[in-house]
T-cell receptor, first 114, second 113 residues
Framework: ETGVTQTPRHLVMGMTNKKSLKCEQH?????MYWYKQSAKKPLELMFVYSLEERVENNSVPSRFSPECPNSSHLFLHLHTLQPEDSALYLC?????????????FGPGTRLLVL | DQQVKQNSPSLSVQEGRISILNCDYT??????FLWYKKYPAEGPTFLISISSIKDKNEDGRFTVFLNKSAKHLSLHIVPSQPGDSAVYFCAAISTGTASKLTFGTGTRLQVTL
């Protein structure tokens, strides 16, 4: 498989559930990102990993917990989410974190929190 | 405060005509700009970019124009095709600071027959 893949594509969870989103990139990139896209809002950067180290966390609530075990995989662990966390969660990767590097996106996981 | 703005949420253009999508930014530190295209149920895909040292970049039917003094860029699609119907996101970054990519809210383009 090529590019950036995300699983699951759709997820419905209750506020007390724990779930994880998975992202895998097959591009040999060194940087990976989690974005959140809510309706009628710009994509919001949540986390950035470069060479498996978290380099940026844009004040994301602790109920979102990222994990990057290696440069090809990125997880977003979810627990005790709120209905307002319902959104499209996009993973992206780029060759490195230098500004101007094109980011390649996965198809996203559409999350609904009940 | 939104640093990258796409003030038109939607645009409808007839097939064969020109589509012009606009984007304004407020941060004068931005020096690299990108356009992404997004189909339903897919992630955004990179379309075309421009560095602030240029005022125009062309790739086939797609041309991006940058007006630094007005802090404005536009994407021209000529001729428009039905397959171009998608949401288009403008994004900007300050390359010197390795800052995050800042996105606009997107413009939905509908190319009609």
């Amino acid at each position: 498989e090529t590019g950036v893949t995300q699983t699951p594509r759709h997820l419905v969870m209750g506020m007390t559930n724990k779930k994880s989103l998975k992202c895998e990139q097959h591009l040999g990139h060194n940087a990976m990102y989690w974005y959140k896209q809510s309706a009628k809002k710009p994509l919001e950067l949540m986390f950035v990993y470069s060479l498996e180290e978290r380099v940026e966390n844009n004040s994301v609530p602790s109920r979102f917990s990222p994990e990057c075990p290696n440069s090809s995989h990125l997880f977003l662990h979810l627990h005790t989410l709120q209905p307002e966390d319902s959104a499209l969660y996009l993973c992206a990767s780029s060759q490195d974190r230098r500004g101007g590097e094109t980011q390649y996106f996965g198809p996203g996981t559409r999350l609904l929190v009940l | 405060d939104q640093q990258v703005k796409q003030n038109s949420p939607s645009l409808s253009v007839q097939e064969g005509r020109i589509s012009i999508l606009n984007c304004d930014y407020t941060n004068s530190m931005f020096d690299y700009f990108l356009w992404y295209k997004k189909y339903p149920a897919e992630g955004p895909t990179f379309l075309i970019s421009i560095s602030s040292i240029k005022d125009k970049n062309e790739d086939g039917r797609f041309t991006v124009f940058l007006n630094k003094s007005a802090k404005h860029l536009s994407l021209h699609i000529v001729p428009s095709q039905p397959g171009d119907s998608a949401v288009y996101f403008c994004a900007a970054i300050s390359t010197g600071t390795a800052s995050k990519l800042t996105f606009g809210t997107g413009t939905r383009l509908q190319v009609t027959l």
